[in-house]
């Protein structure tokens, strides 16, 4: 039983440093930097994969990807694999536009 308590409680108390962080060219996004919306601009590879090129507002846009905290970029399985990334993180679609490039999403901050 005390095993099963401090488990839980080692649990809830470490549940806010479980979730990784989303970096763009190695920039940690933050409410700080981002403000409450970004918008993602999906990438696909010929095997089906995708990244994101992100605008959050920064000062000299330009090929923005999702990386590590190193700056390597990172693929995601599947375009909803990304969204359910962000939604972690934090994020939730708040509109999607389509364009003759393809689709756009703008992401609101959920907290």
Known sequence: MKKTLLCLMLSIAGGPFLFSQ??????KITPNNTGQYVELDP???ADGRCTFRVDYGQS?????YI?????KHYDFRSLVDGLNFFYTEGWEVS?????ES????LLKRRY
């Open 43 to 45: 990438q696909f590879r």
């Open 95 to 99: 509109q999607i536009a389509v364009l």
């Open 67 to 71: 990386t590590d905290e190193n700056g």
């Open 22 to 27: 989303i970096y763009v060219e190695g920039v």
């Open 102 to 105: 393809g689709r756009r999403y």
């Open 60 to 64: 000299e846009p330009k090929e923005d």
